[in-house]
């Protein structure tokens, strides 16, 4: 229900309070973003109020200046505004004032609490309403609609920016995002919150070197604690996050849609709708990350148990295995070596449908390839099914080869500028789905491919950037078109057959973001699956992404990617966490590896239920060599940690490792899970003493203290479970 708010607003959830400053005229005023409050007195909010209004400073406005949700230069801010445009040059400033009640209202997901404002800038002729929700799980999401409210008489505004701000206080004072490339995202960096402004940008459509996250916090911060407040842009387009600290002091983070020139323009009564904005307050990255899982895992379609789905199935893909060359009977060789270990859905990759024999040719011909697959792909689907596996397929809609039927009919449906094309990537261009002929040609295949056969799984790719992307023949930037137009693409095809599970992907994990993961069911994480790499593009991906969302795979021996060599235990123990995959010959693998890998497959069910369930665990280990991570049972009852050695160091061994996130008063059974008995080394007297029949400790104990972890070769991980012990208290 929406009722008028006061104009002091409280909201509170999951440990975060939200104190807004709605009295207005001004545009609402964040008194307060992180640790709950409590129940405080409408009093001790009024007195809040007044003690949060700056001085006015010297050499500057006579006006304590505000910085609200949007920020605005006609008040005083002179940090980066919130909405910035014009009409022919004239209004490029704006000053809202509100507009009608403030409401206050259920959000769009269960237990979420939505402040909607309403505000007007008569000058500029723009209308806005506000949305301001704090979710169950404590996000704080925000977004703007824009209009124009401007006679037909009135150039019309062109839109250059709309940010959304979160101010975060002083004590954040260390700022960590994350950049990288392909086969190596998510990469994390940090340095000082210093004067000026930290901007992290994509302007390519996708990146991976594009932050999911920017997050300032006290200086030092960890897993486990230090203050944080972290921003994303949910958003499959471009965006761009600031942390800016402005003369004065003031901080903020301020995060949209990056608009290219003139891609936004309103005439008369049209509205620009931002993308929400996010922003997770935690103690600790862990705790800001568990905010975002638990809001991912309360909505209707996410893929749990709890909603009516099988458990994650565990898939094969054959690219690393065959690439393009397709020969049925290798294909359903692999089928056949693949469900003989326990996997459950097989998935073709790239090379399937006309002239697709390399990347050069073919992306848009979206028909089976009739020399390739003279039967179409039921032999192979047929056999897949028999074998009680699923089936999915690769597409990748959004482009098109030069070298194509679809390019060779239609050259006008490729973004471009002017009268030239953009430089090809992968030797090909992105197919322009502003255009209404191109948007349906794509839907009408890729329904007609999933009506023709049962398909219960799309590998949904997207290989190139987003570069000098116009749309013709009004050469009008296009790439806002296009991720709308995405977006109601994969709804239609949902719509239409909504049994079938999306994967994300654009040549690993170049697009992960909340918007596109509201329509997909996970994402690919990486075109790299050497174990090593994969432990921090996992760590990075996961502050956003779920494990049962986060598409890993045990690759080959040998990774195809760096050339690196590890052993299965390590290639199996990384992967094991997320949603479990292999890519891998598995044609050549030896009868050893593949009875080991059946055992990697069943234990990974067998656990499956809490790895995709549970709150996922990091621990601050000192030593950079050793990292620990794990996941603890939503009850606390249960648990699964990795102890990783990632590198040599100078230490014997990672010492005590301390297990956090249980239950600080219940015992547990600590025992190490080594199905390849990674301790096997170690036989003699120098083995660890606890290791063969376990130990049982408190949770207070295993978070304070720790146990011992073996010494391990570089490269190599233990997994230990842990089991709470029925204790006369609990009876
Ligand atoms: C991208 C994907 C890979 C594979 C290839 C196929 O690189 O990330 O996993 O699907 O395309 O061309």
């Known amino acids: 229900m929406t009722t008028p708010a006061p104009d002091l607003l409280h909201l509170r959830a999951a440990g975060v309070s939200l104190v807004l400053d709605c009295a207005g005229p001004l545009l609402p005023r964040v008194l307060h973003w992180g640790a709950d409050l409590g129940d405080v007195a409408v009093a001790e909010l009024e007195a809040l109020r007044l003690a949060s209004i700056p001085q006015i400073a010297g050499a500057t406005v006579d006006l ?39 409401t206050l209202g259920a959000g769009e997901h269960p237990g979420s609490q ?106 030092g911060f960890g897993y486990r604690s230090g203050e944080v407040w972290g921003v994303h842009v949910a958003w499959s387009g471009n965006s761009r996050i600031l942390a800016e600290k402005i003369q004065g002091g003031a901080r903020h983070l301020a995060a949209g849609e990056l608009l290219l020139a003139g891609e ?30 638990t809001y991912l895992r309360a909505r209707p379609q996410h893929p749990s148990v709890a909603n009516g789905r099988p458990e994650r199935p565990v898939l094969i893909n054959v690219w690393e295995a065959v690439y393009f060359d397709h020969r049925l009977d290798k294909l359903v060789a692999l089928a056949d070596e693949a469900a003989a270990i326990g996997v459950e859905r097989y998935v073709l990759d790239d090379g399937w449908f006309r002239h697709r024999r390399d990347d050069h040719a073919g992306l848009g011909d979206w028909f089976v390839d009739e020399v390739v697959w003279p039967d ?41 500028t002017g009268n030239r094309l953009p430089p090809e990537a992968r030797f090909q261009q992105v197919l322009d789905l502003g255009h209404e002929g191109a948007y349906n040609y794509v839907l009408e295949r890729i329904d007609a491919i999933l009506t023709e056969y049962p398909i219960d799984y799309i590998k949904w790719d997207h290989n190139r950037d987003l570069i000098d992307a116009g749309h013709s023949p009004t050469g009008q930037a296009g790439v806002h078109n296009q991720a709308a137009a995405l977006y109601r693409l994969i709804d239609e095809i949902r719509a239409r057959h909504p049994r079938v599970e999306i994967e994300s992907c654009s040549g690993g994990g170049g697009r992960a973001d909340l918007g596109i993961l509201d329509r997909t069911d996970r994402i690919w994480a990486s075109d790299c699956i050497d174990a090593l790499e994969r432990q921090s593009i996992e760590a990075g991906t996961g502050l956003l992404v779920p494990p049962e969302m986060m598409g890993s795979h045990i ?62 665990v990091r621990a601050d280990h000192p030593e950079p060599t050793t990292w620990v991570h794990g996941v603890v049972a939503t009850d606390a009852a249960e648990a699964i940690f990795a102890v990783v050695q990632l590198s040599s160091g100078p230490n014997q061994g990672p010492g005590r490792v301390r297990l956090p996130g249980l239950d600080p008063t219940r015992q547990y059974r600590v025992q190490a899970i080594d199905p390849a008995d990674a301790m096997g080394n170690r036989t003699g007297a120098d083995r660890l003493q606890w290791w063969d029949d376990g130990v049982q400790l408190s949770g207070r104990t295993l978070d304070r203290v720790g146990v011992q972890a073996p010494m391990q070769n570089p490269e190599h991980l233990v997994l230990l479970h842990l089991v709470a012990v029925a204790t006369a208290r609990d009876a």
């Not at 304590?64 to 505004?81: K, R, Y």
């Not at 936004?264 to 800001?288: E, H, K, N, R």
């Not at 959004?398 to 239609?410: G, T």
């Open 64 to 102: 304590p200046v505000p910085l609200s949700v949007v920020p605005e230069q006609s008040v005083g801010w002179l940090g980066t505004p919130g909405v910035t445009g014009h009409r022919h040059g004239a209004s490029f400033s704006t000053a809202f004032r509100l507009s009608g009640a403030v």
């Open 114 to 219: 939505r402040v909607s404002v309403r505000a007007t800038d008569d000058d500029a002729a723009l209308a806005l309403v506000l949305d301001l929700e704090l979710t169950a799980s404590g996000l704080v999401r925000t977004r703007v609609a824009l209009t124009s409210t401007a006679g037909a008489d009135v150039p019309e505004f062109m839109l250059s920016s709309l940010d959304l701000s979160l101010p975060v206080p002083t004590e954040a004072d260390e700022i960590l995002d994350f950049t990288g490339r392909w086969i190596r995202e998510r990469t994390a960096q940090r340095k000082p919150f210093t004067f000026g402004t930290h901007l992290r940008e994509v302007r390519k459509g996708r990146g991976h070197d594009a932050t999911l996250i920017v997050a300032a916090g006290r200086a």
């Open 264 to 293: 936004i323009i309103l005439a008369a009564g049209q509205t620009y709708t931002s993308p929400w904005v996010f922003g997770s307050y935690g103690d600790g990255l862990d705790d800001m990350s568990a905010r975002f899982h």
């Open 376 to 416: 179409g792909l039921s032999p192979l689907i047929d056999h897949v099914r028999g074998l009680g596996m699923q089936f999915g397929l690769w597409f990748e809609p959004e482009m098109i080869n030069p070298d194509s039927d679809l390019a060779r009919a239609h050259p006008e449906w490729i973004l471009a």
């Open 555 to 616: 690759g080959s021996p040998h990774c195809h990617t760096t050339g690196r060599r590890h052993d299965l235990s390590f290639r199996a123990g990384t992967a094991f966490f997320s949603h479990l995959g292999i890519e891998w010959d598995l044609t050549s693998a030896s009868e050893a590896d593949k009875a080991e890998l059946a055992g990697w497959i069943a234990l990974h069910k067998a656990h499956r239920g809490l790895l995709h369930t549970g709150t996922v």
